[in-house]
Structure formats: C-alpha cells, structure tokens
C-alpha cells in the first residue's frame, strides 16, 4: 500500500540537490504536459519512483488500479513517462553524482551529456538552482582535470550553439541575425576582441552597445550570465587561479544565491509581519488551514522550502496532502 504523505516525507529527507533536481522546470513541465495529455495527475508516481516505493515496471499497474484506466492505456502513459521523465532524471541524477567510483556512468557518457549541453541546451543551466550550477561545474571540472582539450571543444559548441537567448533579432555584421548564443557572442568579440576582459567591459557592452540598449531587464541579466560563462570557460584555468575551489566556476552564480537559499523563507514571512505590526505568527496560528495554505502558489514552493514553510504555517504533512487533494 502506497501513502503520499510517507512518500513526501521521505522525498523532502533527500540531499537538496536531488530535490532541486527533481523539482527543476525541466521535469514538472514534462510532467504537466503527460498529464494534460492523458488527463492522470502523474506527479504522485513520479515521486514514488523517486523515493524508491515505486519501479519503473510497476508504474502501468499502479496507474491501472488507483485511476481505474484500461491496462493498455495504463502502459501506454507508463512508457512515456518513463521515456520523457523518469528515464531522462535517472541520467541527470547519475550525471550529477560525484562519487568518483559510481556506476552506469562514464567519463565518455558525461562528455556526451556536456557536448549536448553546450551545443544547444545551455540557457536553462543558467536558470537552476546554484546547487544545481555548482554540481554541473564539479562534473565539468573533473572532466577537464582528465582531458584539458576538452575545454576547446565545450567552447567551440558555444560558438555553434543556436539557443534564443533574448527575444528580438541583432544586427551582426551590418545585417539582422537571430538572438542565438552563437550571433551574441560574435557581436561581443567583434566589438571587444577574444582577449580576457573585466566586469567594466561588460557593462559597457550590456549597457551602451547597439544590440542590447532596448533589451529587458530579464534578458540583460541572461547575457550577463552567458558572458560570464564564456569568459570562465574561454580563460579557465587563468580565471580560478589563486582562487579556492568553492569559488571556481564555469557555469556562473553568485555567492549572493546561497545566503538567498538559505534565508529565503524568513524572508516570505517578514513583509507579512511587517503589514500586521509584527503579529503576523499570533494572526497564523489563529487561522484555519484553509486560510494559511490558500495564500501561497504551492505549485511554486517545492521540496525543503514547502516543508520549511509548513512548519512555520504549524501544519502538518498529512493535512497538506489532503488540503490539496480537495482543491483537484
């Protein structure tokens, strides 16, 4: 018998990156799409899988039996996700291992994964979690320590790779290109050459160049963190020199983004308390659990901050489980 509240519990007791990495865009929208497709809420045997309650060849079963589908439906849905979702965070999870003996990954596979990253999967790698960013680098560090050449070929991608990086076309040699990585840096080098540069000469770039005067706030910080990458990969190891590891990156973020995560949740109940003269948690504790969960989008609180949040809120797992199955 499978219970999603012991299921949930064992999740959130994970290591935070497999949390972030199970929670990342790049699988919750997998897996909204699957259930939009087949009209089955899905997440709950996706998290089964997850923690370990569930195999893979089990899931049409489990499907068949608690949403009462036809068995060939069933593995129909089964298969897809375990093609589109469960497949695909099985590799991420062992690409992002750093156990140096694990199994079912090679230095060859993890190249592979890195050169399709680099070749046209890199802007969302600059959207995770700095855990997430900081993992990616170990794994990409530990390469280059094997296979120093390894970097030419990663930069080399970059300068291949056709990701829209902002919404608009640029001009690049006097004529309108798409907004790829690749047109992106051909314009910054075209304007400030392939030696290193500082912080000063980008933001000169982002700030007074042609191509980037009308841009969003969201897609000058997006160049920022794709400028930084290339400038970290182009002159590694000259950027990390003297520097100790924790601060070594390829994939930029900011240690900024650490004390985020960490005080992140004091955070969303200071406003709150501010706005009730500081009797926001004597307010909380007198509500009803309907009133504490209804104020929070919980699609976008996940993993140890929803448990986080929770305990502040003084509700319990179960309650929270049932709480949102009444609001399907």
Do not use: H
Not at 6 to 33: H, M
Not at 240 to 260: L, N, Q, S, T, Y
């Amino acid at each position: 018998m499978l219970f999603l509240e012991d299921a949930l519990q064992k999740f959130e007791s994970l290591d935070p990156e497999v949390v972030f990495i199970v929670n990342s865009d790049r699988f919750t929208r997998k897996i909204g799409e699957l259930s939009q497709k087949f009209g089955v809420d899905l997440n709950a045997a996706v998290l089964y899988c997850v923690v370990g309650d569930l195999r893979p060849e089990e899931v049409a079963d489990y499907l068949s039996q608690e949403n009462d589908i036809a068995e060939g439906k069933a593995k129909l849905i089964a298969d897809d996700l375990d093609k589109q979702v469960l497949k695909p965070m099985e590799s991420r999870l062992l690409f992002l291992n750093s156990d140096p003996d694990k199994d079912g990954m090679n230095d060859a596979q993890e190249k592979d994964i890195l050169r399709q990253m680099f070749r046209e999967n890199l802007l969302p790698e600059l959207q995770e979690q700095f855990l997430i960013k900081n993992a990616v680098n170990m794994r990409i560090f530990d390469l280059l320590e094997k296979d120093s050449n390894f970097k030419r070929e990663l930069e080399r991608l970059l300068y291949e790779n056709n990701e829209a990086v902002t919404k608009n076309n640029i001009m690049a040699d006097k004529k309108s290109a798409s907004p790829s990585i690749a047109n992106w840096l051909k314009d910054f080098i075209a304007k400030n050459g392939t030696s290193d540069f500082n912080s000063v000469v980008l933001s000169n770039y982002l700030t007074n160049s042609e191509n980037t005067r009308n841009l969003s706030q969201e897609e000058r910080t997006q160049l920022f963190s794709l400028f930084n990458l290339y400038r970290n990969l182009k002159f590694f190891p000259d950027t990390v020199d003297g520097k100790p590891m924790e601060e070594w990156r390829i994939i930029p973020f900011d240690a900024a983004e650490a004390k985020e995560f960490i005080e992140r949740d004091n955070k969303k109940f200071q406003a709150a308390e501010n706005a009730a003269g500081g009797g926001a948690r004597e307010e909380v504790a007198g509500q009803t659990i309907e009133q504490k969960l209804s104020q929070f989008d919980w699609s976008k609180i996940v993993g140890i901050e929803r448990r986080a949040l929770l305990e502040e809120l003084g509700v319990g797992l179960k309650d929270f489980v049932k709480w949102t199955g009444e609001k399907k």
